[in-house]
């Protein structure tokens, strides 16, 4: 059974910082690329962040300088460091996990965590 478990979201000031972390489990970890994606009220599923099997990263414009994708494979798990929080990052953060084969694709989704950008 997959299981891709999402921490680290809140409340936090305009300027702040959170980080996110994603625990994954019943996958083969260092073989899925992972990514962040974020969904405010009223708008689509959105990539913020990924990070390839092999570290390669890849950010939306609208978090470039200001967010941070990383992995630990050791640990199953994904990060993501958020520097400089503006409102407009306000939205449910879900986590990823893409697999591409030669025949197949698959796609795990976290439940999401809540992040909430306010003074």
């Known amino acids: 059974q997959v299981q891709l478990v999402e921490s680290g979201g809140g409340l936090v000031q305009p300027g702040g910082s959170l980080r996110l972390s994603c625990a994954a489990s019943g996958i083969t970890f260092n073989m899925y690329a992972m990514a962040w994606y974020r969904q405010a009220p009223g708008n689509q599923r959105a990539l913020a962040a990924a990070?390839?099997?092999?570290?390669?990263?890849n950010y939306a414009d609208s978090v470039k300088g200001r967010f941070t994708i990383s992995r630990d494979n050791a640990k199953n798990t994904v990060y993501l460091q958020m520097s400089n929080l503006k409102p407009e990052d306000t939205a449910v953060y879900y986590c990823?996990?893409?697999?591409?084969?030669?025949?197949?694709?698959?796609?795990?989704w976290g439940q999401g965590t809540q992040v909430t950008v306010s003074s």
């Open positions: 990070i390839t099997s092999g570290g390669s990263t």
């Open positions: 990823n996990a893409h697999y591409s084969g030669i025949t197949r694709q698959l796609d795990y």
